[in-house]
């Protein structure tokens, strides 16, 4: 009789835990259409204009994946990822980004910069086409481009 009684009150705490208040979750994000399943070119990076070297094969950009709240990208010469966070204010985080280890001599790229942005990057601003990302609202960090992919 004890243990029946054990097993019903375990069983109740299940339904009630399945039950309650959904906890906050650090990967909740605000929708944000524009931003989500786009194909974002890197443009300028601290100001500077990006030049693809004869030697790179593709472009450093990224992509802010809807499933998990994935981040997913190439920075000239490495393939990288993470997660981020949308929240009001037009703010942003990026956590756990990290990249493959490949050298590339020959990429003009800093890729230490670009990648450097994610950790940075707590504001962005969306406009023509256009995200920017920056540490304090204002000064760019960043600038990229929406592309079809």
């Known amino acids: 009789m004890k243990i029946l009684s054990i097993m019903t009150i375990t069983g109740l705490l299940a339904v009630v835990a399945c ?9 909740h994000s605000i929708a944000e259409p524009q931003l989500t399943e786009r194909y974002w070119k890197l443009l300028t990076l601290n100001d500077k204009a990006i030049v693809l070297s004869p030697n790179q094969d ?3 950009h990224f ?3 809807n499933t998990d709240n994935r981040l997913t990208g190439y920075s000239g010469c490495n393939a990288f990822f993470g997660s981020y966070t949308l929240e009001s204010g037009h703010r942003i985080r990026f956590d756990q980004v990290g990249a493959t280890k490949r050298a590339c001599p020959d990429v003009q790229l800093n890729e230490f910069e670009f990648l450097r942005v994610f950790g940075l990057a707590n504001h962005y601003r ?3 086409g256009h995200l920017t990302l920056t540490s304090d609202g204002q000064t760019p960090l960043a600038v990229f481009k929406s592309v079809e992919f």
């Open 126 to 128: 969306f406009q023509d």
């Open 63 to 65: 992509i802010l994946k």
């Open 58 to 60: 593709r472009e450093a």
């Open 19 to 27: 039950t309650s208040a959904p906890t906050h979750d650090k990967h």
